[in-house]
C-alpha cells in the first residue's frame, strides 16, 4: 500500500513539473514579447522574468503537486463510495444474520471484484473472518473498532507529503523575499546616485513572491481540509454501517454456541 502511495506521489511530481513547466514557459515567451500593463504586472507577479521567477516557480510547482495528489485522493474516495453503496448487508430492521450466512458472505468477499480492496470489502471481510473464527459478536465489533482506528490512521499518514508541500509554500515564498531585500540593500549605491530602477525591481520581486506563496497556500490548505473532512466522515461512516447492519444483527442460534 505504501508502494502505491509513493508510486501515486511520484507521478503526481512528474505530472505537476511538465503542467508547471509549460505555464511559465507560456509566461516567459508572453513577457518577452513586451506585453504592457496592467496584463505586464501579472506575469510579473507570477514570475514571467528568468531568473528572478524561480521562486514564483518553485511555490507553484509545490501547489501544483500538491493539487494533484489530493486529486488523486479525491478519485479514489469516489472509487470507495462506489464500493460502500454495493449492496452487501441487509437493510431490513428485522432481518438477521446467521453463521452459514456470514460464511456465505465471507466466501463472496474473498472473490475477485474491483472492490476487492476497498475500505468497505477488507473491514467486512475481516469480521466475518473473526466470527467465523469464535463465533462472538463482542469480538467482531472489537476488528471493526481496530480496522477503523487503522484507517484512520492510515488516512492521517497518507497527507504527510501534502501537509509537507502546503508548509514549504511559504517558506519557500519568504527564501524569495529574503533574497529580494537582502539584493535590494546590495543596490544602495546605485539608488543613491539616483538610479532607483534595480533596487525597486528587487523589492518588487521580493513582495512578489510573498503574495502568491500565501494566495497559493490559502487555496490549498481549504482544499486539504475539505478532502480530508470527506475521508474521515466516509470512515466513520463505514463504521457506523458495519455496527448497524453486520454486528447488530448477527445471530447465533444456541445450538451452535
Given at each position: 500500500m505504501n508502494n502505491k502511495k509513493e508510486r501515486n506521489e511520484f507521478d503526481a511530481f512528474i505530472i505537476?513539473?511538465?503542467?508547471?513547466?509549460?505555464?511559465?514557459?507560456?509566461?516567459?515567451?508572453?513577457?518577452?514579447?513586451?506585453?504592457?500593463?496592467?496584463t505586464h504586472r501579472i506575469y510579473l507577479l507570477l514570475g514571467g522574468l528568468w531568473p528572478q521567477g524561480?521562486?514564483?516557480f518553485l511555490t507553484t510547482l509545490a501547489f501544483s503537486w500538491a493539487l494533484f495528489?489530493?486529486?488523486?485522493?479525491s478519485r479514489k474516495l469516489?472509487?470507495?463510495?462506489?464500493?460502500f453503496r454495493t449492496p452487501l448487508l441487509p437493510e431490513d430492521e428485522h432481518k438477521v444474520l446467521l453463521p452459514d450466512e456470514i460464511n456465505e458472505l465471507r466466501l463472496q468477499?474473498?472473490?475477485?471484484?474491483?472492490?476487492?480492496d476497498s475500505i468497505v470489502f477488507s473491514t467486512l471481510r475481516m469480521a466475518c473472518?473473526?466470527?467465523r473464527a469464535n463465533k462472538s459478536a463482542q469480538e467482531t465489533m472489537d476488528v471493526v473498532k481496530i480496522q477503523t482506528e487503522i484507517n484512520m490512521n492510515y488516512l492521517d499518514s497518507s497527507f504527510s507529503i501534502i501537509r509537507y508541500l502546503a508548509w514549504s509554500i511559504p517558506s519557500i515564498g519568504f527564501i524569495g523575499t529574503v533574497f529580494g531585500i537582502s539584493g535590494a540593500l546590495g543596490r544602495v549605491d546605485e539608488a543613491a546616485a539616483g538610479?532607483?530602477?534595480?533596487?525597486?525591481?528587487?523589492?518588487?520581486?521580493?513582495?512578489d513572491t510573498t503574495f502568491l506563496a500565501l494566495f497559493l497556500s490559502i487555496i490549498l490548505m481549504f482544499r486539504i481540509h475539505r478532502i480530508q473532512q470527506?475521508?474521515?466522515?466516509?470512515?466513520?461512516?463505514?463504521?457506523e454501517h458495519m455496527m448497524t447492519n453486520f454486528v447488530n444483527r448477527i445471530y447465533v442460534p444456541k445450538a451452535e454456541r
Open positions: 505537476a513539473l511538465i503542467a508547471t513547466s509549460i505555464i511559465y514557459g507560456l509566461l516567459w515567451l508572453f513577457f518577452n514579447f513586451g506585453i504592457q500593463n496592467p524561480t521562486i514564483q495528489i489530493l486529486g488523486s485522493k469516489k472509487w470507495q463510495e462506489n464500493a468477499l474473498s472473490e475477485d471484484s474491483e472492490y476487492k473472518t473473526k466470527f538610479d532607483i530602477s534595480g533596487v525597486t525591481s528587487l523589492l518588487g520581486t521580493a513582495f470527506k475521508e474521515e466522515n466516509f470512515i466513520i461512516n463505514v463504521q
